[in-house]
Every structure is written in structure tokens, then in C-alpha cells.
């Protein structure tokens, strides 16, 4: 169908200048997080309720216009790629907190606000929302939805998926579901969990109801610096095997360190081989008891040093470089393209070290950030996009990456999803009986394929292609 | 033991015969959904431990494996499943758990076995033995089968193998008990919630309030001063007994209800015989009059209800779904099991 006589439907119920046509104006929507992908959507709409949303639905189905969704756009695998003759369906307008009942420890919001906006509007009760992917600021939960986003403080509060109680969904066809119950236990199959981190190839999310948790009333940062990765990485699995989950357990190589210090001044040790940051919270004697426990891991490990936050300027501090460490390999190099595998915690020095052999072959330098208390490795691949070819073997090197991630019993994405950009590395992980499986769910609720075409899950077509290459 | 190739088979003859396959393990979840029928698969047989990896916190067992022995293994190392779901006298599967998405008191804190799982190794309606999820914390490759088999009691596949997250065993734990009102429960519970203390149970019944900390000596000790109350060093073995549905309260119900609903819901029908536990989000209800308006009332409030044990013969026991939702259901259902040979009708008439 015309996209222009589409354009004209919608702007009979939603306001005409948030139906957007023209192709300087839908310059912004071309990509997402991951900007290597860009394409011009055939026409932007931003809908601001569910009842447009509906109708929204309603005619691209019944004219099988393809419907990519997009939240704040901050994704980091092309999830949000527009599709060159589809409608890029725009969630931002959807973005009041709907309600918050503290005593439940609940919030019902719409999927265009902002992360960290949940955890302000809260903050008065005593409350958060605790997954906080590194895009905090921007991301939004219905994005967070879409990909099942995690963030430093996964390992002991879980994923969205174990943060969200209720979603309600527009399905392909423009009907309302409401799937979960904010009473914890919804009876059947866990329909909200296959929505979560579906990456918008299922259905539209319109609300979620989050958990919220009470702020921890005490919260110390342990930083320590190593001469060696092994020896960090060990320090890791010690402190778990003691029985401690902190509330967030980050390391970097001596790349990213030096970057991060150089860029913020956080203090770190630049002469480092690895650098760990344990964040542990909970009541003041739980707290004080296990930084004790921790701190006597760490030596035990041969620390070069630890420090103990004092004070929250100082924990704080001690998260700037942690948080900064993307932008500031940014400063370092024109490009970089992050990667996003998971890995048994136990293979981490073998993996790094193959990594670290392959950044040889390729010519290519690689910082790693890592949350080490879950296993998820963002190596950050260094290249120059103005180099000829230079892109192509980034691409490649993260590609191999990923598969030495799949060898070690880890997987091809974390917390970033499969969007466009891994979807040739589902073969790695899945066999084709088992991507044909995820293609048969994918038809029973999104038969015609308009729901984010071409993403997520490679189509049988594509598998025998990758494969016999 | 039972071979990967034998339950192949039986699901193979099945599909060629078109006849229904009634899934099996400890035998121990009868009293929930509706009636079984079909040819029995039993799959108490494959079990055992496939890898534990104490220091990643992760443990892979055969569905068959039963949970007390998972716990066993789990405990050599201090660890322990999170949620802690019902062992049912040993005979509870981890793969029957995981199928009926089964918890314990702490489910508000810890979460069900659903919020445990990693991945998942199943066996779908063409007989193809199939793996989702991994091994590790995270993962977001692929649509999140191994969830979708969490409550789906079997329709939706055979669950042959699961991998499960584990936590450490919390030093102690200690009890606080309070005589109050059901009313002024569900406020108290939500109030003490809402603070940064280490609860990790909050349940009402027969008269009295109770709310269980844990987690080190020193830190609980400090927490349940905190609270007013008696302190029960020793619980009595009060939260097993309200975990294994042990009470008094469960074994006197000839008609149980559990409903799912927000915590800070109103307490209603106040003179009916209650159980209120994960502070206030689930709530037992023994013979309490009649099923329709007291849906329509659970309904209206966003919660749904159960019938747990005295349904009438063919009756549906899980809360009605809207048509939206039962074409979705159906349609996954053609996905994962195009001859509808798993467990037909032990979900719902319609399923």
C-alpha cells in the first residue's frame, strides 16, 4: 500500500504532526543504538494511547504494512531498524507513570517512560525499579521490555523478566491482552515471559507493571585492582562460593581501566591488569559483614589494592569509570562496535585470552567491560568506519567472538538482543529444528510476518543460506 | 533409567496413532488442574544430576530428578533453589515443579522456579528433542521457551531436562509472630515490606501474623527488633508445614480457592475460613460460598482465582480467559504440539 494513502488514514485519529512522512524529518528514526544499520522508515507514527496503538495495528494488518517498533532507540543489535516499506511505530508519546501503589510495591506505567524515570517518581517511598541497563537515562521500559534488558545489578535482582508482574499487548491484529497478574501467580503458560525480550516480533507492549523494591538503607563499593586477569576472575567465584551475591560485580581489563581513568578520573589503579568493583547492600550489619568477608577474598587473591567507598561521593566515584567506560573508548577511537556474549564465569580467562589472540590476528584493539557476577562480556572492538573494510572485519572479529562464547557453554547475547545484528550467529546457538520451532511460534502469533520482519530469529531461507556458507 | 530415545518413541507412536499422552513424574500434582487422561509417559525415570557448577550457581538436572534430591546435592555445597517450591514427601519432580511453576512462601522475594530457570531441554509435539535458554545468567537468544513452559503443566511439551540458578543457603532464619486481624494484617505485612528489612515471608493464619527474616545471625537478630511481635527462634516447623500445604487449614478444606491478587487489595468476605500468605498477593479461601461472585469480585480487583480442590467433575478450574487469549494459547499450542497429543485437557476443557 502507498504510504502516503496510509499516512492519510492515520491522521484521521492521531494528530497529523505525529504522522510523519516527509524524509527529512524521519531522518532521526533511521537507527538505532547500533548505527552501522540504518534505513529510512516509510512512515513514522507516534501514537499517544493505546487506542491508537489498536488502530494502528488494525489497518496495517488489514493491509500487511510491516510494523517495526521503536522505544527511546537506544538498542544495541538493530532490533529498531526501520523497515524500508513499513511503518516505524514510535512509542515515545506513551509516556506517563500511570500509578504507583508503594505498599504493593508497584508501579503501572506506560512502555515510553524512561527507566530511570520509574526509579525517581519512586524514590519519595523509599522505592526503585532495579534493572538499570547502562542506557538508564534514556532507555525505555517498553524497550527494556522488548529485549529483556539487564544492567549492573542483575545477579542478585534478576532481569526485567523477573522485575515485571503485568503487560498488556496489542496483538498483530489490534486486540488487547493482558498478560500476567500483579497478584505474582497468573495461571497457564507464561505468556508474559515469551513477550519479554521478544524483541517487538510478538506483540506491542502498552503497559507494564513493575516491582519495585525498598532502597537498601546501606551501600558500599569494594574497588581492587590485579596483576593478572586470572587471578581477578578467580577472586570472582571466591567471593560467590562464600556465599556473598553482591549487588553488582563489574570487572575491566587494563585497556578499559586506562581509558575510563584518563576520560574521569575515578581513581582507578592505571598500571592494573584487571579491576574489580563490588557493590554490596542491604542492612548496615549485612553490609558491614560481608564487605569484611569480601575484603579478605580479595587479599587472599593478591590484590594490588582494595578500597572501601567511605562515603556516597565516593561509591559513586567509584561507578564513574565503570559507567563511563564506553564513551570513554569512544574518546580513544573513532568507532567501536560492543559485543555482548555470556560465558560460565569459570571459562573467563580462557575466553579472554582467545580474545586477546585474535585482536592480534585482526589488527584490531579490544577494551573489556564485564559484569563478572553474571557472566556477560562486553568486548568493546576498536575500528575506524573510514577505514575501508575496516567495519566488515570489526563485524567479523565480533562474530567469532560470539561463537568462542557458544563453544565455552555461553551464549550470543546477554542483555542486547539478536535485533539484525546476530542473526547469522543464531546458527551457532540453535540447531534448525530448534529455529524452526521459534519460527512456528513467531507464525502462530504473528502469521502474515509484519511485526518487526527480518529480525530475532533467522527465517529457514536464511538458515540454509548461513549454513552453506 | 529411562532413555531420551524411548520417550521419543512413545511421542512418535502417539502422533502416528493420534492418541493423547498424559505426562508423568512423582505423581504428586494430581490435586491441581483437571483430570488426567491419555496413555501414561512417565518420566520419573530420566533423572539425575547433568552438571553442577557450585561456584556459577547453576545446577542441570533431568526433569525426572526429584526435588528434595536436587536439594540434597545442592545443600552439600550450602546452596539451595530459591522460591522454595512444595517437595510433596519427596515425590515432587523438578520438572512437574517447573511445568505447574510451583513456589513457596518466599515467592514474593525469591520468585517461583520459573524466575529460577536458565534453560530448558524439551520434547515437542513432532518428537524433536529440542534445547532453549543455556546454562548461563543471562540470555536472550530466542524467544524464552523455557519460561513458556512454566505453568503450562505439560501441554506445551515434555520437559526433559532444566537448568536452574541457585542461591546460597541463608545462614538462619527467624520468625516473628503477632496476633492481629486478617484486615490489619494485609496493612501491617505491606508496611513492614515496603522497608529495607530481610523478609522473605509474610503470611497470616488463624489469628496470627507471621513474618520470617533471613539471612546471617547478627543482621535477622537486628532486623526482628525491629518488628513487634513474639520472637520464635524456632518456627516449629511453621513455614514447611505452610509451603508443603501441611496445615491444619489445607487438610480440613474440602472446597480450596487460592486467588491471586495485589497485595494491597481490601480484605473481603470476612467471615470465611482464610489463609493469607506472600503478604497478602495470595490468599486461600476453605468452602467459601459461591464460586461466580466471588470470581467476578477477584476479577474486578485484577486478581485471579483458582479452584484447588472441589471443582465439579469436567468443571474448569483456572480463571476463565478472554478470547484474545485463548486463540493465542490455541495457536502456541498448534506451534508446540500440532497433533495435541500432550496432556490434552489438563490446563483447560479448551485446551
Known amino acids: 500500500m502507498e504510504t502516503a494513502v496510509l499516512a492519510a488514514m492515520f491522521r484521521e485519529f492521531i494528530d497529523a504532526r505525529c504522522v510523519v512522512f516527509a524524509d527529512e524529518s524521519k531522518r532521526p528514526f533511521e537507527c538505532d543504538g547500533l548505527s552501522v544499520y540504518k534505513q529510512l522508515p516509510g512512515l513514522v507514527v507516534m501514537p499517544s494511547t493505546t487506542e491508537q496503538v489498536r488502530k494502528v495495528m488494525r489497518l496495517c494488518c488489514r493491509h500487511k504494512v510491516p510494523v517495526v517498533v521503536r522505544g527511546a532507540g537506544t538498542g544495541l543489535s538493530g532490533g529498531a531498524l526501520p523497515h524500508p516499506d513499513g511503518v516505524l511505530l514510535s512509542l515515545a508519546r506513551l509516556s506517563k507513570i500511570v500509578e504507583i501503589d508503594p505498599d504493593a510495591g ?42 529483556n534488558a539487564g544492567g549492573v545489578h542483575c545477579l542478585k535482582y534478576g532481569l526485567t523478566v523477573h522485575n515485571v508482574v503485568q503487560l498488556t499487548i496489542v496483538t498483530v491484529e489490534g486486540e488487547i491482552i493482558t498478560v500476567g497478574c500483579d497478584g505474582l501467580a497468573s495461571a497457564g503458560p507464561d505468556l508474559m515471559a515469551l513477550m519479554i525480550g521478544s524483541e517487538g516480533m510478538l506483540g506491542v507492549v502498552t503497559e507494564v507493571t513493575v516491582k519495585l523494591l525498598p532502597q537498601p538503607s546501606h551501600c558500599q563499593v569494594i574497588l581492587a585492582s590485579f596483576d593478572e586477569l586470572e587471578s581477578a576472575g578467580d577472586a570472582v567465584s571466591a567471593v560467590i562460593a562464600q556465599g556473598i551475591i553482591p549487588a553488582g560485580f563489574e570487572m575491566m581489563d587494563s585497556y578499559a581501566i586506562r581509558a575510563a581513568e584518563d576520560y574521569v578520573g575515578a581513581g582507578y589503579d592505571t598500571d592494573a591488569a584487571a579491576l574489580l568493583l563490588c557493590e554490596l547492600d ?40 565503570r559507567k563511563s567506560a564506553f564513551p570513554a573508548v569512544g574518546r580513544i577511537s573513532p568507532d567501536y562496535y560492543c559485543m555482548d556474549g555470556t560465558i560460565p564465569r569459570r571459562m573467563l580467562s580462557r575466553v579472554l585470552s582467545e580474545i586477546s589472540r585474535l585482536s592480534g590476528e585482526y589488527g584490531l584493539r579490544v577494551a573489556n567491560v564485564f559484569h563478572a557476577g553474571d557472566g556477560n562480556l562486553h568486548p568493546l572492538i576498536l575500528f575506524d568506519e573510514s577505514q575501508p573494510g575496516e567495519l566488515q572485519k570489526a563485524e567479523e572479529f565480533g562474530a567469532e567472538i560470539l561463537r568462542i562464547c557458544v563453544n565455552a557453554g555461553g551464549c550470543i547475547t546477554g542483555e542486547h538482543g539478536v535485533g539484525v545484528e546476530k542473526l547469522a550467529q543464531m546458527l551457532d546457538q540453535f540447531s534448525n529444528e530448534e529455529l524452526a520451532q521459534l519460527n512456528a511460534i513467531k507464525d502462530a502469533l504473528d502469521p502474515d510476518a509484519l511485526l518487526n520482519p527480518g529480525k530475532g530469529v533467522p527465517t529457514l531461507k536464511r538458515c540454509q543460506e548461513y549454513r552453506s556458507t | 533409567m529411562t532413555a531420551i530415545a524411548d520417550l521419543l518413541d512413545q511421542v512418535r507412536n502417539a502422533v502416528a496413532a493420534q492418541r493423547p499422552l498424559c505426562i508423568k513424574g512423582g505423581n504428586s500434582k494430581q490435586y491441581l488442574g483437571r483430570e488426567q487422561q491419555g496413555e501414561p509417559v512417565d518420566v520419573s525415570g530420566y533423572s539425575g544430576v547433568v552438571d553442577y557448577q557450585p561456584s556459577e550457581l547453576v545446577i542441570t538436572v533431568r526433569a525426572g530428578t526429584t526435588l528434595s534430591d536436587m536439594q540434597q546435592v545442592l545443600a552439600q555445597e550450602n546452596q539451595v533453589l530459591a522460591g522454595e517450591p512444595p517437595e510433596f514427601d519427596g515425590k515432587a519432580t523438578v520438572g512437574g515443579t517447573l511445568a505447574c511453576n510451583l513456589s513457596g512462601p ?44 512454566a505453568g503450562a503443566m505439560g501441554t506445551l511439551g515434555i520437559l526433559t531436562e532444566v537448568t536452574l540458578k541457585v542461591i546460597p543457603k541463608p545462614e538462619s532464619t527467624v520468625s516473628v509472630r503477632r496476633t492481629i486481624g486478617a484486615n490489619d494484617s494485609l496493612r501491617v505485612m505491606n508496611e513492614i515490606c515496603r522497608r529495607p528489612l530481610p523478609v522473605t515471608g509474610a503470611c497470616w493464619y488463624a489469628g496470627d501474623m507471621y513474618i520470617r527474616l533471613s539471612g546471617p545471625v547478627s543482621v535477622i537478630g537486628a532486623a526482628a527488633e525491629q518488628l513487634e511481635g513474639r520472637v520464635l527462634p524456632d518456627d516449629d516447623g511453621f513455614w514447611s508445614r505452610l509451603r508443603e500445604m501441611e496445615l491444619p487449614f489445607f487438610a480440613d478444606a474440602k472446597d480450596l480457592r487460592c486467588i491471586s491478587l495485589r497485595s494491597t487489595r481490601d480484605h473481603f468476605s470476612e467471615d470465611a475460613d482464610w489463609l493469607i500468605d506472600w503478604r497478602g498477593a495470595r490468599r486461600w479461601l476453605a468452602a467459601g460460598g459461591n464460586r461466580d461472585s466471588l470470581d467476578k469480585h477477584v476479577r474486578d480487583a485484577g486478581g485471579e482465582l483458582s479452584q484447588v480442590r472441589g471443582a465439579e467433575h469436567g468443571a474448569d478450574v483456572f480463571p476463565q480467559r478472554s478470547a484474545v487469549y485463548r486463540q493465542m494459547l490455541l495457536r502456541l499450542k498448534q506451534a508446540l504440539d500440532p497433533d495435541g497429543v500432550f496432556n490434552p485437557g489438563r490446563l483447560y476443557s479448551w485446551l
Open chain 1, 106 to 147: 508497584l508501579a503501572r506505567v506506560q512502555p515510553g517512560v524512561s527507566n530511570l524515570a520509574i526509579s525517581e517518581a519512586c524514590a519519595p517511598y523509599g522505592l526503585f525499579y532495579a534493572p538499570d541497563p547502562s542506557s538508564q537515562i534514556a532507555c525505555s521500559i517498553g524497550g527494556n521490555v522488548a529485549e
Open chain 1, 282 to 321: 542491604g542492612t548496615e550489619e549485612e553490609v558491614r559483614h560481608c564487605a569484611e568477608q569480601v575484603t579478605a577474598v580479595f587479599q587472599r587473591y593478591c590484590a594490588r589494592s582494595i578500597r572501601v567507598s567511605q562515603n556516597e561521593a565516593e561509591r559513586l566515584l567509584f561507578w564513574k569509570g
Open chain 2, 106 to 149: 518466599s515467592r514474593p522475594w525469591h520468585g517461583s522456579i520459573r524466575d529460577q530457570v536458565l534453560g530448558v531441554r524439551i520434547i515437542n509435539g513432532k518428537a524433536e528433542h529440542l534445547r532453549f535458554g543455556g546454562q548461563v545468567m543471562k540470555n536472550v537468544a530466542g524467544y524464552d521457551v523455557s519460561r513458556l513452559q
